[in-house]
């Protein structure tokens, strides 16, 4: 939108405004009339603008994992973080992430789709249009992830815990039902314990891959920003 336009926007506001008895005479609506078309002035109407007729574009962030660890509560706290930083500096809007996995784990209940704690009928992208009917988002961001039995390892006194993990990261565009992302990332973790304290914390293992996987995709964000400029899909008003 460029600055002319603005002006113009302006100018609309401007008839209206003089369209009701505010001015004591002419010479204080003109006075009133070249200080709103200041930059200053353009700059907060913008603002308006985009508030009121250009508001945020929204995204929903989905987890789909063993229900083990997505309510792990380290889990639970690290993905919602890395999508707020992917999106920092964008016009789109995080909606909050217990409110996108409410209406995940909802739609999941409602279709029978989970079968134990560690696996859940797939997801496509229909499933997640009908979910984000429930939380109004145009953008769906879904995280898969999947992991490999744990590996053991013993060395001297300790035990060692290892897996691979597998993050499939997809954005989808609800309007056009597209995917503008679709990325994999295979990364390992391990935890490691001393013998006589016990087994090692599998949890850690997974978690550790998967905040790889995580700094992963923000390291590849100036590509993803690029897909996003390419698809048109942000709506600042310059």
Avoid: W
Wanted: aromatic share 8%.
């Amino acid at each position: 939108m460029t600055f002319s336009f603005k002006k113009t926007a302006v100018a609309l506001i401007i008839l209206l405004l003089q369209s009701t008895p505010i001015y004591a005479n002419q010479t204080q609506a003109k006075s009133f009339d070249a200080t709103i078309l200041s930059q200053d002035t353009v700059s907060l109407s913008s603002d308006i603008l985009n508030q009121h007729f250009f508001p945020k574009k929204t995204v929903s962030v989905f987890l789909d994992a063993p229900i083990s660890f997505v309510n792990n509560e380290t889990v639970r706290k690290l993905v919602p973080e890395k999508a707020n930083l992917l999106f920092e500096g964008t016009d789109i809007l995080v909606l909050p992430f217990e409110q996108s996995m409410s209406a995940l784990r909802t739609y999941k209940e409602d279709n029978r789709m989970i079968v134990n704690e560690y696996y859940s009928t797939p997801l496509n992208r229909e499933d997640l249009r009908k979910i984000t009917d429930e939380t109004g988002s145009n953008y769906a961001l879904f995280i898969k992830v999947t992991n490999s039995s744990p590996r053991v390892n013993s060395i001297l006194f300790t035990i060692t815990y290892e897996t691979t993990v597998i993050c499939d990261i997809r954005l989808l565009n609800i309007a056009t039902n597209k995917y503008i992302i679709s990325k994999e990332i295979v990364k390992d973790g391990s935890s490691t314990s001393i013998a006589i304290l016990g087994m090692p914390d599998f949890n850690n293992a997974y978690i550790e891959a998967l905040k790889k996987s995580l700094e992963e995709m923000l390291a590849d964000k100036s590509n993803i920003m690029t897909q996003l400029k390419q698809n048109n899909l942000t709506n600042t008003v310059e």
